[in-house]
């Protein structure tokens, strides 16, 4: 079956702007997270989505949001982007969102996301 | 709140020998350790877990044992291959919820042929 899918692959934006990344999670699959990935801080939870609710957020300034459709897709914003946005946005996805549960989690590539 | 270390940040071996990462944790209630191997231009992918009660597991070349006393687990590979050159990360979790499962900085493998 078809991976965890993310558009786009890469984004170069500038000081100010905002971004809107997406995520097609496996087909079946209800929960979707999202991870910021940089060389500094690592892999570092944002939020999670489940039956299009916010279930669990990290700790990160409200210029980052996300939303989920009825279809399980997934989308992540951030507004007003910062130098220090510039990481690897890497959606997961699972059938319930239960780390340890006997699920698997999955991830997709990820969007490298550039801010000059 | 958790805090997970992982050594060596960068290990190079040779194709047929073994490689070994070692992760300590801060949480004595964590009880879910997974790892994760993520690849050039990939996201990370799950290669094994272990739960709490569980001390040692392993799925064909890897393995994973679990010192609860001294909060440390390690990632054992055997017979190291070329393919296996990723950057390895190990995270423990307390709950079951992916906001709770915490990542360690990664540890960098070369299999050198």
């Known amino acids: 079956k078809a991976g965890v899918t993310q558009t786009p692959r890469y984004l170069i934006k500038t000081r100010g702007q905002q971004v809107t990344l997406s995520c097609s999670p496996i087909?079946?699959?209800?929960?979707v997270s999202w991870y910021q990935q940089t060389p500094g801080q690592g892999l570092q939870f944002l939020f999670e989505?489940?039956?299009?609710?916010?279930?669990n957020k990290g700790n990160f300034p409200g210029r980052f949001s996300g939303r989920q459709f009825s279809n399980s897709r997934s989308e992540m914003n951030v507004s007003t982007l910062e130098l220090g946005d510039s990481a690897l946005y890497l959606c997961?996805?699972?059938?319930?969102?239960?780390?340890?549960?006997?699920?698997?989690?999955?991830f997709g590539p990820g969007t490298r996301l550039l801010v000059l | 709140g958790e805090n997970v270390e992982q050594h060596p940040s960068t290990l190079s071996v040779q194709e047929g020998d073994s490689a070994v990462i070692k992760c300590t944790y801060s949480?004595?209630?964590?009880?879910?350790f997974p790892w994760y191997k993520q690849e050039l231009g990939k996201g990370p992918q799950l290669i094994i877990d272990?739960?709490?009660?569980?001390g040692e597991k392993k799925d064909q070349r890897i393995a994973v044992t679990l010192n609860k006393t001294a909060k440390h687990f390690s990632l054992h590979i055997t017979e190291t291959q070329p393919e296996d050159s990723a950057v390895y990360f190990c995270?423990?979790?307390?709950?079951?919820?992916?906001?709770?499962?915490?990542f360690g900085p990664g540890t960098s493998l070369s299999v050198i042929p």
């Open positions: 997961a996805s699972s059938l319930y969102g239960l780390a340890g549960g006997g699920e698997t989690q999955y």
């Open positions: 995270a423990a979790s307390v709950g079951t919820s992916y906001d709770k499962v915490i």
């Open positions: 989505y489940f039956s299009e609710t916010q279930r």
């Open positions: 087909s079946g699959h209800r929960s």
């Open positions: 949480d004595s209630a964590s009880n879910y």
């Open positions: 272990i739960r709490s009660n569980v």
